[in-house]
Nanobody, 121 residues
Framework: QVQLVESGGGLVQAGGSLRLSCAAS????????MGWLRQAPGKEREFVAGINWSGGRTLYADSVKGRFTISRDNAKNTVILQMNSVKPEDTAVYYC??????????????WGQGTQVTVSS
């Protein structure tokens, strides 16, 4: 099992940047595919970005492709979501997520508590 704690959310103006971090507990971090999902008010949770165990493969939702970058540091058990050129529609609670396995995925089994991102126009 893995515990996930997000940080870095906040208020940012449209066009600005924000960096979200996720710290994972446990010694088997490299056993997990990691990802970020988000949920806006009144909407279902949606996939944002995913990264495989080694960091060699990434996957993005079309809505964030070219603006967001996911990365991981396996030595520090950390996953980063770099958000650039943010838009008001990026406003949501962002969740770090994990799933054991080697195939990159958009479905996850473990979730953090979430961090609020608000983009003002």
């Amino acid at each position: 099992q893995v515990q996930l704690v997000e940080s870095g959310g906040g208020l940012v103006q449209a066009g600005g940047s924000l960096r979200l971090s996720c710290a994972a507990s446990g010694r088997t971090f490299t056993s997990y595919n990691m990802g970020w999902l988000r949920q806006a008010p009144g909407k279902e949770r949606e996939f944002v970005a995913g990264i495989n165990w080694s960091g060699g493969r990434t996957l993005y939702a079309d809505s964030v492709k070219g603006r967001f970058t996911i990365s991981r540091d396996n030595a520090k058990n950390t996953v980063i979501l770099q958000m650039n050129s943010v838009k008001p529609e990026d406003t949501a609670v962002y969740y770090c997520a994990a799933r054991a396995g080697i195939q990159i995925t958009t479905d996850y089994d473990y979730w953090g508590q979430g961090t609020q991102v608000t983009v003002s126009s």
